[in-house]
C-alpha cells in the first residue's frame, strides 16, 4: 500500500520561503507521477506542480519562476521548494501519486490515486 505524509508546512511572511516534503514508503519501484495540490478555504483544489519517473515538470502559471518540485534520488521524498511566497498561496498543500505513463493533464488532480493528509502553509501580508 502506498503511503504519503507530507512536512514542511508553516506560517510565514510575504516573500519568504518554506520547503515542504513528502515521504513515499510502500510500492516505490514504479514509475510515477508525483504532484502537489492545494486547496485554500472556499476553493476548489488545484494542481501546483507535478513531476514524472523521468523527471519532467509541469507547474501552474501561478507558481512558475517561484515554486520548484523535485525528488531524491531515490524517488522517495518529494519537495516543494516555495520562494517568493504570497498571501495568496496560503493553502492546504497535499501530496499526491499515482502509477501511470504519459498524464495529459498532470495537473488534474483526477488523475492521482494515492494522496496525503496535507500540510497548512499560511503566509501572511
Known amino acids: 500500500q502506498v503511503q504519503l505524509v507530507e512536512s514542511g508546512g508553516n506560517s510565514v511572511q510575504a516573500g519568504e520561503s518554506l520547503r515542504l516534503s513528502c515521504a513515499l514508503s510502500?510500492?516505490?519501484?514504479?514509475?510515477?507521477?508525483m504532484g502537489w495540490f492545494r486547496q485554500a478555504p472556499g476553493k476548489e483544489r488545484e494542481g501546483v506542480a507535478s513531476i514524472d519517473g523521468d523527471g519532467s515538470t509541469n507547474y501552474a502559471d501561478s507558481v512558475k519562476g517561484r515554486f520548484t518540485i523535485s525528488q531524491d534520488n531515490a524517488k522517495t521524498t518529494l519537495y516543494l521548494q516555495m520562494n517568493s511566497l504570497k498571501p495568496e498561496d496560503t493553502a492546504m498543500y497535499y501530496c499526491a501519486a499515482v502509477i501511470a505513463y504519459g498524464l495529459r493533464s498532470p495537473l488534474s488532480e483526477s488523475n492521482y490515486k494515492y494522496w496525503g493528509q496535507g500540510t497548512q502553509v499560511t503566509v501572511s501580508s
Open positions: 510502500g510500492y516505490t519501484e514504479a514509475y510515477f507521477y
